[in-house]
């Protein structure tokens, strides 16, 4: 029990820093294209992380490397970019929220794990309780939005259940070199060629990007990949909720935004729902 514990813990951080990209961002990184962030926050903490553990890919694992990176890393982001540019902040995090509804499916058709009603119902709490924390009630949808962002809950649903089915024979922190390495690679090209010229970095500029990609890349995709192998589907995936929950905390702290009546309701069904999620793989 000590262990399960732990492993949530530990797992439960990355979701947590997760959700402190768009402070991040929005505070350190203005004038950063969003595509140029997502390359430039997995490639060199990819890079840095191959230079310590020294490894490559061997036999199949290079193509399972860049499936894993594809759909993990280059993939969800860009799709969450799309959502991001199309749907307002709300519409698109609510949407990016059915990502551990879809585990649950994915997980019993590719890893054969039960279908239990209770992680079902964990996951659609936790959806209700994020449309409570970051819809707006004028919130318009896009078509073309609200299919990026299924795209990209699906492709890091997808690319989560494959890591937990393939189980590398090496440590976490060299499986994660090489999805992020290869995912900041498959990033690269569509930054050339889409995107304007990435600007000189101010010192404030560095500290953002310090703080997203040894931080929320290279450490807390160590701990994400760590408890994919070790916890239940449906009870890692539950632990995303953390991300949008965090994102409104920290604004509500540091930016000045209120927390109004339903936004605490949510919160409260969040917690509800990673709860029962919890429960169901007990």
């Known amino acids: 029990m000590k262990t399960n514990t732990s492993d949530l813990a530990s797992t439960a951080l990355a979701p947590v820093v997760w959700g402190s990209t768009y402070l991040v961002t929005t505070q350190f990184l203005q004038g950063f294209s969003p595509m140029s962030v997502a390359m430039l926050r997995a490639l060199p903490a990819g890079l840095i992380l191959l230079a310590i553990v020294r490894e490559l890919p061997r036999g199949d694992w290079w193509w399972r490397s860049l ?58 709490i936790g959806m209700g309780g994020v449309a409570l924390l970051v819809l707006t009630p004028n919130a318009a949808l896009d078509p073309i939005g609200i299919a990026a962002g299924l795209a990209g809950a699906t492709s890091m649903a997808l690319g989560g259940t494959l890591a937990r089915k393939w189980q590398p ?104 729902s990673i709860w029962l999620s919890q429960r169901a793989s007990a």
């Open 67 to 124: 499936v894993l990176g594809a759909l993990n890393i280059a993939i969800f982001l860009s799709m969450l970019f799309v959502a991001a540019y199309r749907l307002p902040g709300g519409v698109a995090g609510t949407v990016l929220a059915a990502q551990p509804l879809i585990v649950v499916f994915l997980a019993s058709f590719i890893l054969s794990s039960p279908l239990r009603p209770l992680a079902i119902a964990g996951a659609i």
């Open 169 to 272: 024979p090496v440590s976490p922190l060299t499986f994660t070199s090489w999805q992020l390495t290869a995912g900041g690679l498959l990033l690269l090209p569509a930054v050339i060629v889409f995107d304007h010229a990435i600007p000189i970095p101010t010192a404030s500029n560095l500290l953002g990007l310090v703080w997203l990609g040894l931080i929320g890349a290279a450490l807390t995709y160590v701990l994400w990949f760590r408890g994919l192998g070790r916890l239940a589907p449906s009870a890692a995936s539950s632990l995303l909720f953390f991300s949008p929950l965090t994102a409104v905390l920290l604004g509500w702290a540091f930016l000045g935004q209120t927390l109004t009546a339903p936004q605490i309701a949510g919160i409260g069904l969040v917690i509800g």
